[in-house]
């Protein structure tokens, strides 16, 4: 009788527990929503996300300016597909490249490039390639042809 009572129980709590449905409204002040607003806009300018580059030079002095320039614009030629950015962190002009959204990408790049440039990973704001846009085809057994 012991186990017929909660074979029972365990058959009935889940009829008992249904979903109901139902609408739900949620009232509140007006500058709450203004705020979401003005959060969401704020956030659709940022256009980094926190990721890692690699430093290859930090320059200070006489003709630092011009030297950070030399070496960003010879950096650029020797490889044409990575971006490379100049920082003025006073005293000094720093010279960063790529854009890594991983520590090991950016590992994987300066092995490549550590004959000739020095340098070392940081973290730093990144500028994230766009998500590429692919068309959606489906194929003939989603279209229900065999």
Same mark, same amino acid.
């Given at each position: 009788?012991?186990?017929?009572?909660?074979?029972?129980?365990?058959?009935?709590?889940?009829?008992?527990?249904?979903?109901?449905?139902?609408?739900?409204?949620?009232?509140?002040?007006?500058?709450?929503?203004?705020?979401?607003?003005?959060?969401?806009?704020?956030?659709?300018?940022?256009?980094?996300?926190?990721?890692?580059?690699?430093?290859?030079?930090?320059?200070?002095?006489?003709?630092?300016? *011009?030297?950070?320039?030399?070496?960003?614009?010879?950096?650029?030629?020797?490889? =044409?597909? !990575? @971006?490379?950015?100049? &920082?003025? #962190?006073?005293?000094?002009?720093?010279?960063?490249?790529?854009?890594?959204?991983?520590?090991?990408?950016?590992?994987?790049?300066?092995?490549?490039?550590?004959? *000739?440039?020095?340098?070392?990973?940081?973290?730093?704001?990144?500028?994230?390639? =766009?998500? !590429? @846009?692919?068309?959606? &085809?489906? #194929?003939?057994?989603?279209?229900?042809?065999?």
């Amino acid at each position: 009788m012991k186990h017929f009572c909660i074979a029972l129980l365990v058959l009935a709590v889940p009829c008992l527990l249904a979903a109901q449905q139902g609408r739900v409204t949620v009232s509140g002040d007006v500058a709450v929503g203004q705020m979401v607003e003005k959060h969401i806009e704020l956030n659709s300018r940022v256009k980094t996300i926190p990721g890692f580059r690699v430093q290859i030079a930090s320059l200070s002095g006489v003709n630092s300016k *011009t030297n950070a320039f030399n070496l960003r614009d010879r950096f650029m030629l020797d490889y =044409p597909g !990575v @971006q490379a950015y100049i &920082v003025f #962190d006073e005293p000094n002009f720093k010279v960063k490249v790529g854009d890594f959204r991983t520590r090991l990408e950016a590992y994987a790049f300066l092995q490549q490039i550590k004959e *000739t440039y020095k340098g070392y990973i940081i973290r730093d704001n990144i500028n994230p390639e =766009p998500p !590429v @846009q692919e068309e959606y &085809v489906p #194929d003939d057994q989603e279209l229900g042809n065999e």
